[in-house]
């Protein structure tokens, strides 16, 4: 006698649907942390410092991280020079972010010479529009970025539409170390990560 096998329901597809969206998500956040997690730092043209928040004259806590290292980079010989990306971050500041950003790093030891800088993009994309805007204007190839772990892969994916030839060097003392800051930023990435491919399928 054959036995018959029940086609799954509503519920029964709603179910699977589920688990696959679970797992894609959870195989995306891996990648996004194994991506962080990397650290390709090695000789190149320049070490590229993406923007975040800054206080009138002062970085906020998570650019400064970034800032010192990418410094740290320079230091350590691995370019010759740095770019720092950042715009205005709000009306009256009297700082762009990378202004801010120059101004540590003169403070720290780097000749003028050794720093570059935009003051106008306001978004990753843009930090990276400028900065290879930078890199062509003076004859630069290659580039280390510099940002926080989980930022990492959209950065380099960004580069990648850039044609930035690119490595990653994350910052090790990321400011995003409590549980409930690296879920709400991996949250971040995740919208930003879909919302990047529907928009280059469209």
């Known amino acids: ?7 799954p329901g509503a519920w029964g597809w709603a ?20 991506v962080g997690d990397r650290d390709q730092a090695a000789p190149a043209d320049v070490i590229i410092v ?29 370019a010759p020079k740095l770019i720092f990306t950042g715009g205005f971050g709000g009306t009256g500041a009297r700082f762009s972010e990378s ?20 003051t106008v993009s306001r978004t990753t994309r843009q930090n990276l529009v400028e900065a290879r805007a930078l890199m062509q204007r003076e004859g630069m190839h290659t580039a280390i970025i510099v940002s926080d772990p989980l930022h990492m ?4 994916r960004l580069c990648k539409e850039l ?30 990560f879909h919302r990047d491919l529907f928009l280059s399928a469209a």
Do not use: N
């Open 15 to 34: 179910w699977r649907l589920l688990c696959v969206v679970l797992a894609w998500l959870l195989a995306v956040s891996a990648w996004i942390i194994w």
């Open 50 to 78: 993406l923007g975040a928040a800054a206080y009138d004259a002062k970085p906020s806590p998570v650019f400064e991280e970034r800032i010192r290292h990418g410094l740290s980079l320079y230091h350590a010989g691995y």
């Open 99 to 118: 202004q801010v950003a120059e101004r540590y790093a003169l403070k720290h030891g780097v000749p003028g010479k050794d720093v570059l800088i935009e």
């Open 163 to 192: 044609d930035i030839d690119a490595l990653a060097s994350s910052t090790p003392s990321t400011r995003f170390r409590s549980f409930h800051t690296r879920w709400r930023f991996l949250l971040q990435e995740l919208y930003f």
């Open 153 to 156: 892969a959209r950065a380099l």
């Open 1 to 7: 006698m054959a036995v018959k096998h029940r086609r």
